[in-house]
């Protein structure tokens, strides 16, 4: 600070060395005589080197002075001199950026700001950031020039936000994000499929595609878009809502209740509710699950906090079930996994099929009995009325319905195994359709499932497709009713509750 008010105050003299003459008698050539304005001839004199020594002394101490007064007082500082010209022989100060300058950049508050005596235009943020520096540099002219801050004003909440970004996307110290560091590296590649809309879809050429966004809203997402249905969720139309919640125990605390805000949310016709992991003896605790809303439980009962279904029929509902049953096969009911209502235009079962299990211990019983017993079931339903199944069928059916599909150990994993798809395939085969894929066909990265043991799988969307509504070919016949209007995977809803999120389906009746 010292040395940079000496070069303002002592300016004037600029000393050059012209002739070395002997010690005894050795000169100095100095310009002491002030700036002189354009039309005037700058004089020169010649000064003896004790001479210039004391006047560079005077000057410097005359800027300490002045500093020393700065920082005593910088709320009052001192005015600027005069402009008027200055007597012959008297040196005065340059007249460069001075201390009233930084004081107003300090106190300034406005958005935008020009401080005084400089080109420089600032911003709140960049006043903020710049009065240290510049009561720091009172008294010598700024380099940074007015594009030189403005552009750095204009960048610093881009970098905010990219930091904070960056920040968020950081995963969590430890085990777990090694984890999620690892599925992400393998979700860089996906092979994806070209489904076909017309029966028999399932069965098509792999081609290779990008990775699944690494978004919760999913992709691709279309409706099919009629003019001779209501608005959805309209009393034309009959809506349902099917959600995996993995414990109700685990979701539903206190005040806390998400199928209550969904119901509220939706308010849809119907609730399918899977994996409730209740008893009998723990409905009355949740008998008020959803306010308006009839509950109709099936409870394992060869195992405790295990499996369980609920299906919750509005109240005010246009439309109610005529029979409610909880069997399609006798052998298969103590698990706690059906739910069938009968309306009278269809047959609805909510479902939470068995998953094979860790090494694939049930794979045996999910194909050969309850797979084959459930599709002759539906077959015999159908000819009567249409049949929509919905819920958690634990199976994830095309290559678009898995994150890593291409990764070497997904035909080990239970509902991705060649069998289990092969299986889903030969139901579509027999008459039936999926109904989000119908609408959606080409859509990707569209999962209800998200592993709870990677933390990073939501955020990420490493995930599966494994609930469904399936439902008979009739029912997607434009010149009829009732016909299903939309399919949807609600994978923005449920999040922090559950490792699935709910799928819905409107129906124009």
């Known amino acids: 600070r010292l040395l940079t008010r000496v070069s303002f105050i002592a300016s004037p003299i600029a000393f050059s060395v012209t002739t070395i003459m002997p ?31 004391k006047a560079v002394k005077a000057a410097a101490k005359k800027a300490k002075a002045e500093l020393a007064a700065d920082d005593g007082s910088k709320s009052a500082p001192a005015p600027s001199p005069s402009p008027a010209a200055p007597a012959a022989g008297r040196k005065r100060k340059a007249p460069a950026v001075t201390t009233t300058q930084t004081t107003e950049t300090t106190t300034t508050t406005t958005t935008t700001t020009t401080v005084k ?17 510049t009561t720091m540099s009172a008294g010598r002219k700024r380099k940074a020039t007015a594009q030189t801050v403005e552009e750095k004003a204009d960048k610093e909440p881009e970098q905010k936000q ?12 430890g085990k777990g994000a090694k984890k999620g560091k690892k599925a992400a590296a393998a979700a860089t590649k996906i092979e994806t499929v070209v489904v076909s809309t017309e029966a028999g879809a399932g069965s098509a050429a792999p081609t290779t595609g990008p990775s699944p966004a690494r978004v919760y809203k999913s992709p691709g997402i279309k409706r099919e878009a009629t003019a001779d249905s209501g608005p959805l969720g309209s009393s034309d139309n009959f809506h349902v809502i099917g959600w995996n919640v993995n414990g109700l125990r685990s979701i539903i605390k206190g ?3 998400p199928i209550r805000d969904l119901a509220e949310k939706f308010k849809p016709d119907l609730i399918c509710v899977q994996e409730t992991k209740l008893q009998d003896k723990n409905i009355k605790e949740f008998s008020n699950v959803a306010p308006g809303y009839t509950a109709y439980w099936s409870c394992s009962t060869t195992k405790l906090g295990y499996s ?9 509902s246009k439309f109610k079930p005529v029979e409610v049953k909880y069997s399609f096969n006798s052998k298969h009911d103590g698990e706690g996994r059906v739910v069938q209502l009968e309306y009278s235009t269809f047959y609805l079962l909510s479902l939470y099929v068995p998953n094979s299990g860790m090494d694939l211990k049930r794979l045996d019983y999910r194909l050969k009995e309850w797979d084959v017993d459930l599709f002759a079931y539906m077959k015999e339903l159908e000819k009567t009325k249409p049949v929509i199944i919905t819920g958690d069928l634990n199976v994830a059916h095309l290559d678009h319905d898995i994150y890593n599909v291409t990764a070497k150990h997904i035909v080990k994993i239970a509902g991705c195994t060649p069998e289990e798809r092969a299986s889903f395939s030969k139901l579509l085969s027999q008459g039936f359709k999926d109904a989000f894929r119908h609408f959606n066909p080409e859509a990707k990265g569209c999962f209800t499932y998200w592993s709870a043991r990677n933390v990073m799988a939501r955020k990420e969307n490493q995930g599966l497709r494994l609930d469904y509504f399936v439902a008979s070919e009739r029912l997607f016949d434009k010149s009829k009713t009732p016909r299903i209007h939309a399919s949807d995977v609600l994978n923005n809803e449920g999040i922090g509750f559950s490792d699935h999120c709910p799928i819905s389906l409107t129906m124009a009746m």
Do not use: H, I, Y
């Not at 005894?24 to 210039?52: I, N």
């Not at 369980?308 to 005010?316: E, F, I, Q, R």
């Open 23 to 53: 010690p005894k008698a050795k000169r100095v050539t100095a310009s002491a005589a002030p700036a002189a304005p354009a039309s005037t001839a700058a004089s020169s004199t010649v000064m003896t080197l004790p001479a210039a020594t």
């Open 117 to 133: 005596g400089s080109d420089d235009t600032f911003t709140e943020v960049s006043v903020a950031k710049q009065t240290k520096k």
């Open 255 to 257: 005040t806390q209740n």
């Open 308 to 316: 369980g279904s609920l299906c919750l029929v509005k109240d005010a």
């Open 162 to 173: 990219k930091q904070e970004q960056k920040d968020e996307e950081q995963p969590a110290k």
